[in-house]
């Protein structure tokens, strides 16, 4: 079964509160997402880095309930 999208924002929002996330279905099948995530905390972290703390946000249900993510990660504009 597909993973709606508030149901991806709340997990990535558990594991990054600050966290503003975008979400766009990309297929139309609501299971595949494009999300970008800005966080403060992001700041001063490689790309990688931030990348990693949402998947690990994310965690499990990557590859299983979540099919595919296009992910992309930025730091709030001053």
Known sequence: M????????????AGIPDALVEMTDLAGDNDHWAARVTSES????????????????????????????????AIPAD
């Open 2 to 13: 597909p993973m709606a999208a508030d149901a991806i924002v709340a997990l990535i929002k």
């Open 42 to 73: 992001f700041r001063g972290q490689s790309r990688i880095a931030q990348q990693r703390a949402v998947y690990a946000a994310i965690g499990s249900a990557m590859g299983g309930e979540l099919h595919a993510l296009q992910l992309t990660t």
